[in-house]
């Protein structure tokens, strides 16, 4: 299944209730534990509040030069021996892909985790012309397996339990003559990597996505934990970087700034386990490397998005802090978002992407409690574009007629004070004495939305204006 | 018009502006009048204007802009002149402080005058402590409290040790932290009857929370907040006092039952 076929944000309400009730959901999620450790690592960094400072420059001054960089960074990757292909839509970057895989009679393809890979439906588009994907990381591989999209951005699986993976690796690894039920990680870890080690010696091409782009030697950077980026970009005949413009940094000092935030923002290590820079295709001294290096940039409405109030939103990194710390998330899971990127970053790149018709109730399912732009290691203002994003919706006149005509009604009395107290007084009153016995509300008309789990607490009975008035007489 | 800016150096008998909060003006006007005491005993000249109304948020956050600013010139207009200008809420004065000056970017007439309102804009408590350097108050209640850190007081005014250190100081209280008592209590304004479920599931946790500390009381400094919590409370059949922090600070409970309970 692939979100970016058939997105389901419109239903984030659905879905959101659908998953408090999945109780199977709710034990994977359990507790995620990034919170902790990222805690951690940032109290053992005492330059990590400059260095956000600093990665949030790097980003910007990248961003404001973009043309630039770009056509510096496509520059390097060819005198390095790489090829580039732009791609505005999803449809060219499939396109573009699928004709690169063919170039070299592929067969099967691995791939390193991408997010974008995602985002165009990549897998399900090989598929149906005849090349079979591989993915290698253990999370992606188990979610493959199980015909669904991640759910969190570096922990894709996170929705899945021990158990689940167990039935999934007993029914779909019996294909290998595996027809034993496991029940440690640690076996199920071995299975899955015996079986990937073949894939990775027969795959004819490795597509991964990049953490970076880096403009002064034309190279992408991936950061992994199992080591299945490397196999997946050195093995095969045919590397294939699949990035988005806004990956690039300009310099590989600044991408090594920016990766002392990552790892410690994601996961709370101090860095990723494999931090690895490819810069073109093998050349003649070099052991081992692909013999083709070909980068596909697809923008897919993120350069349209420069200029706009969202243009911050081009600085992330992926590292996910902002779903770790979200309460809504934490409560829902990322499938409920019901595209691609969940969570606080998901909630305001979504409507950039597909639309806020599309995603318009997503960037509504905060709180702004404000933890995500407080965890976010490139200080992304999320509630504030979320905001915005309610502004569009509510300007393009998106939102529900009843909110929209019940905010007109009281706005219309909380600009006339005499009119606001003529309403509210005799209102508060009655209320306060209906309530005066019990001290609240188990229902109350018109207020279902809260009565339906709480109770309503009552009001005192006059209002501090009136009591002050009295009081000053 | 004449403009005031912040004074540099505290004075001695500041004029303060309270401004109620249009939830505590309908729901629990003793907020307000714990508020007032407390000021005055910190020396402060206390008037709440009449023709104030609501900081306007709830259109803000519903993306109607041009109502925000409708309801926020209100406040603007009421509040000029003061030297300071509080509330017992740190969602309300964030959305002055921090709020108000984009709201009003561009607008000739407002701008400025917006800037200057944000700037003499204060959350009661943190006013009390960093302002008026108030070190104690003179209080007393029995009882073990626990105490919700409110989002937009924690993270757009940085309100955290100062309810604490005021609180230690009254006399009979003890004070027990509450394990995430900075995670979001599920009210979020409108957020809590447009998602009820995933809003429930928040209050939930956060009450279960409070009672495990085994504190009787759990105080924060947001009345949205302890609406919310105080509801879930009941509803839950949790033994969970909730009152607003200023409640306790001032001394007022023995006459005042807790939110949503009925006088003893």
């Given at each position: ?115 974008i890979g995602e985002e165009i439906a990549l897998n399900p588009f090989l598929e149906r012309n005849g090349i079979e994907p ?293 209102a508060m009153a009655v209320l306060g004495r209906l309530g005066k016995r019990r001290g609240n509300f188990a229902n109350l ?29 | ?210 009672a495990k500390t085994g504190a009787g009381t759990l105080l924060a400094g947001d009345l949205g907040c302890l609406l919310n ?36």
């Amino acid at each position: 299944m692939s979100f970016a076929e058939a997105p389901t944000s419109r239903n984030f309400k659905q879905n959101a209730s659908a998953a408090l009730r999945n109780e199977t959901l709710q034990r994977a999620m359990g507790y995620l534990g990034f919170t902790q450790k990222r805690a951690e690592a940032v109290a053992r960094l005492p330059e990590f509040e400059a260095l956000r400072d600093q990665a949030r420059d790097i980003k910007d001054h990248t961003l404001k030069h973009l043309d630039f960089y770009l056509e510096a960074y496509e520059a390097k990757v060819m005198e390095s021996g790489g090829h580039m292909h732009w791609c505005r839509t999803p449809e060219e970057a499939r396109r573009t892909i699928l004709d690169l895989c063919r170039s070299v009679g592929a067969r099967s393809v691995t791939r390193g985790k991408t997010m974008i890979g995602e985002e165009i439906a990549l897998n399900p588009f090989l598929e149906r012309n005849g090349i079979e994907p591989v993915e290698t990381d253990l999370g992606e591989y188990i979610i493959q397996l199980r015909g669904e999209p991640p759910s969190h951005i570096i922990a894709p699986a996170i929705h899945v339990t021990k158990e689940q993976v167990a039935d999934t690796f007993l029914e779909k690894h019996a294909a290998y003559g595996k027809t034993r039920l496991l029940t440690e990680p640690r076996e199920m870890l071995e299975e899955a990597r015996g079986i990937l080690r073949g894939k990775f010696l027969k795959a004819d091409a490795g597509i991964t996505g990049a953490n970076f782009l880096v403009a002064e030697t034309g190279s992408s950077i991936i950061v992994t934990n199992e080591g299945n980026g490397d196999l997946t970009q050195l093995l095969p005949k045919m590397h294939i970087v699949l990035a988005t413009p806004e990956k690039l940094v300009p310099t590989l000092e600044d991408a090594s700034t920016i990766l002392r935030l990552l790892a410690r923002s994601a996961t709370g290590q101090e860095f990723s386990v494999y931090t690895t820079v490819s810069t073109g295709p093998r050349r003649r001294a070099d052991p081992d490397g692909p013999a083709q290096y070909h980068v596909v940039i697809l923008d897919n409405g993120r350069i349209s998005m420069l200029g706009t109030e969202f243009q911050d939103m081009l600085r992330c990194i992926r590292c996910s802090a902002c779903l770790n710390h979200c309460p809504v998330y934490n409560a829902v899971g990322g499938h409920a978002y019901g595209w691609v990127y969940p969570g606080p970053m998901g909630s305001v790149l979504t409507p950039g992407l597909i639309g806020v018709d599309q995603a318009g109730a997503l960037p509504n399912a905060s709180t702004f409690c404000g933890k995500c732009e407080s965890v976010c290691p490139m200080k992304i203002p999320l509630p504030k574009m979320m905001r915005h994003w309610r502004e569009r919706e509510y300007e393009a006149k998106l939102s529900p007629a009843i909110a929209r005509w019940g905010l007109a009604a009281w706005a219309f009395a909380a600009r006339r004070p005499r009119l606001y107290r003529a309403l509210t007084r005799p209102a508060m009153a009655v209320l306060g004495r209906l309530g005066k016995r019990r001290g609240n509300f188990a229902n109350l008309p018109l207020a279902g939305g809260w009565t339906e789990f709480r109770d309503m607490p009552a009001p005192e009975g006059k209002t501090f204006h009136q009591l002050w008035a009295e009081r000053s007489r | 018009m004449q403009e005031k800016s912040p004074p540099k150096t505290p004075l001695r008998s500041p004029k303060v502006g309270l401004f109620v909060t249009c939830l505590v003006d309908l729901f629990r006007p003793s907020i307000g009048f714990a508020a007032v005491k407390l000021l005055q005993d910190a020396g402060c000249t206390v008037e709440a204007p009449a023709s104030q109304i609501c900081c306007g948020q709830p259109a803000y956050n519903s993306g109607d802009r041009r109502d925000a600013k409708a309801v926020a010139r209100g406040i603007v207009d009421a509040f000029e002149g003061f030297d300071y200008v509080v509330a017992p809420s740190g969602s309300c004065a964030g959305m002055i402080r921090e709020h108000y000056p984009q709201l009003f970017a561009g607008d000739a007439a407002y701008e400025a005058r917006a800037r200057n309102l944000a700037e003499r804009t204060h959350e009661l408590v943190s006013f009390l402590v960093d302002v008026l350097h108030v070190k104690n108050v003179q209080a007393r209640y029995d009882g073990t409290v626990t105490y919700h850190d409110s989002c937009s007081g924690l993270r757009e005014l940085g309100v955290k040790h100062q309810p604490r250190a005021l609180l230690n100081g009254v006399a009979g209280l003890t004070l027990k932290e509450l394990p995430g008592a900075e995670i979001c209590c599920g009210f979020g304004g409108t957020f809590c009857v447009k998602y009820p479920e995933i809003s429930n599931r928040m209050v939930s946790d956060k009450i279960a929370d409070a009672a495990k500390t085994g504190a009787g009381t759990l105080l924060a400094g947001d009345l949205g907040c302890l609406l919310n919590m105080a509801g879930k409370a009941t509803r839950a059949g949790v033994d969970l006092e909730c009152r607003h922090v200023a409640e306790v600070l001032a001394g007022m409970t023995q006459d005042l039952p807790p939110i949503g309970q009925a006088k003893k």
